[in-house]
């Protein structure tokens, strides 16, 4: 895994509380690598740190602990011309398609934005690059001259991408990129993120709390939870034969039709609220809410392991057809 784009090692993020007497374990130690040309997908319920951990893999978020490596050197260590140009190499979207433009800007000037920080070619060609971006987006010439509340979400979702690719990144985290978007568009915005991966050799870190999204377009995917990673695998295992019983959970409940194959038979009830990431149950910290936890899951933390090749869960009992611990 050395080819590696993201390296990821025992990253731990953690913010203070308001009242400054706790902290916050938004990240709680996760370790995983994503190649050139893939797009790993990143799921989980509300709160459990996908945002941190994907502006952290784009520097926009320090790590508390742990090393976040982009091909294989931490950025933070490069000098200051360098760490820029990295820094444009992975890029993130936001799910609030309002986020990255300014009302007062044309969409032309909103995407040439990027290359007129940088500087570097002269305006007559930024110009030119914004335009073939726009092109390239699906959005006519005549947006160009357009201001974004003369938008829908998923035209202005559509700039945010010409915006972003106009600096020719390497990797872009898509945090919850269709969650603000009508059903009947998503699709468009799915499939323009594949063609564009297919044409630049893109690689994506997906995040979402949609199993649908996440399924159909990751080669990976790592369900999330309360800071940690759960499971890691590729779509077909991991849908297929969840080993985590927190995946099986979110499969079982997943209201929008997968494949009966996919299906996992009996529907599991996920009762209760996430824990607070500020005190984590000890052991496994799944374990208030499995209907499969044993006493030495609140006294031993469950070991990352992989079962099948290229398939991991952290859970003392997972791959065990016996409920016996592996
Ligand atoms: N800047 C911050 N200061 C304090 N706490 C934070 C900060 N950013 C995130 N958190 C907390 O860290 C935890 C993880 O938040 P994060 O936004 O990463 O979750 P998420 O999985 O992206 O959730 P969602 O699906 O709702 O977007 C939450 O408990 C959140 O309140
Ligand atoms: S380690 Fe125990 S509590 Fe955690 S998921 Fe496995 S069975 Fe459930
Ligand atoms: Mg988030």
Not at 185 to 210: K, V
Not at 254 to 271: A, V
Request: hydrophobic residues 40%; proline residues 8%; aromatic residues 6%.
């Amino acid at each position: 895994m050395t080819d590696a784009i993201v390296s990821v090692e025992d990253l731990r993020i953690q913010f203070p509380t308001q009242n400054g007497r706790e902290t916050v374990k938004a990240v709680d130690g996760v370790s995983f690598s994503v190649q050139p040309g893939e797009t790993f997908g990143i799921i989980g319920e509300s709160g459990s740190g996908k945002s941190t951990l994907g502006r952290a893999v784009v520097c926009l978020q320090k790590p508390t602990e742990g090393r976040v490596l982009h091909h294989g050197t931490d950025p933070n260590s490069l000098p200051g011309a360098d760490l820029r140009r990295r820094r444009r190499e992975y890029q993130i979207i936001f799910q609030d398609p309002n986020a990255a433009l300014n009302p007062r800007m044309t969409i032309l000037r909103s995407v040439r934005e990027p290359l007129d920080i940088i500087g570097t070619a002269p305006r007559v060609e930024r110009e030119r690059i914004a335009l073939g971006m726009l092109d390239l987006v699906g959005l006519p010439a005549e947006f160009a001259a357009r201001y974004p509340h003369e938008l829908s979400g998923g035209q202005k979702q559509r700039v945010n991408i010409a915006r972003v690719l106009t600096v020719r990144p390497k990797l872009i985290v898509c945090d919850e990129v269709v969650a603000a978007l009508d059903v009947s568009i998503r699709a468009g915005i799915l499939n323009l993120f594949a063609d564009l991966q297919r044409e630049f050799g893109l690689t994506y870190l997906f995040i979402t709390h949609d199993l649908a999204v996440v399924s159909h377009v990751s080669s990976r995917i790592a369900v999330m939870y309360l800071g940690c990673f759960m499971e890691l695998g590729p779509p077909e295992a991991l849908l297929r034969r969840p080993l985590h019983p927190y995946t099986q959970a979110l499969l079982s409940a997943e209201p929008i039709p997968l494949p009966s194959s996919m299906r996992t038979g009996q529907r599991i009830i996920l009762t209760g609220e996430i824990p607070s990431p500020t005190n984590p149950p000890s052991g496994c910290r799944f374990r208030t809410r499995c209907r499969s936890a044993q006493d030495v899951c609140a006294a031993e933390i469950p070991t990352w392991r992989e079962i099948e090749p290229g398939h991991f869960a952290a859970c003392h009992f997972a791959g065990s057809a016996t409920g016996t611990r592996s």
